[in-house]
């Protein structure tokens, strides 16, 4: 069994073999797409997921890949757990080169802890890898849709609990205080006295 990941939402481009230095593309996920990103991403549905994309090819070999993305899903409530709809709208914007390679991005995420404030805007700054002239945009978009998506999404009328007891907390308040049977006792006793 592979370890690789397929992506749920894939649409290759070959960017090699594009017939002009700029391309427009639309695409829509569907619904068996859109069912398997759902699951990926813990949603309770994403009933549309579309992008309007522009390919500019540099004479450097450098891809921009430009364009809106609009996505309707579903998600828990953090407070209620009841269905909360959300429309996004966000702009894709990515520029791939074949002059980075995989190996010069940090492949361990705690390798990011030791880094400076300024390499890290520099990795941000830094384009994707290009591979083999192929860019899954529909990937991208994906990836899009999970940055842009509200990641505590509340019913509008939904109250936070104030506090939530754990069963062990709540055994606890049932259990007598030794400290009140004690006063107890010390009243029958000063009454028998």
Do not use: W
């Not at 004479?59 to 921009?64: A, D, K, L």
């Not at 074949?98 to 995420?109: C, G, T, W």
């Not at 002239?133 to 990836?143: F, L």
Request: aromatic share 4%; hydrophobic share 40%; net charge negative.
């Amino acid at each position: 069994m592979s370890d690789k990941f397929t992506p749920e939402f894939s649409r290759i481009v070959k960017t090699d073999e594009q017939v002009s230095a700029k391309e427009k593309l639309v695409i829509e996920a569907n619904e068996k797409e859109r069912a398997a990103l759902a699951k990926r991403f813990e949603l309770v549905s994403i009933d549309s997921l579309t992008a309007e994309l522009t390919i500019s090819t540099a004479s450097n070999g450098e891809v921009t890949v430009r364009g809106p993305m609009n996505a309707k899903i579903v998600q828990n409530c953090v407070a209620t757990l009841e269905p909360v709809p959300e429309v996004i709208e966000d702009t894709v914007e990515v520029l791939f080169s074949p002059h980075v390679s995989e190996e010069d991005l940090p492949s361990n995420p705690d390798d990011l802890e030791d880094l400076s404030e300024e390499e890290l805007m520099a990795l941000l700054d830094q384009p994707e890898p290009l591979v083999d002239g192929k860019i899954d945009v529909g990937e991208v978009v994906a990836q899009f849709l999970a940055v842009a998506m509200n990641p505590y999404p509340r019913k509008e009328d939904a109250e936070l609990p104030t506090s939530v007891k754990t069963e062990e907390e709540a055994a606890e308040e049932k259990r007598p205080n030794p400290f009140a049977q004690l006063a107890g006792l010390k009243e029958q006793l000063e009454k028998k006295n």
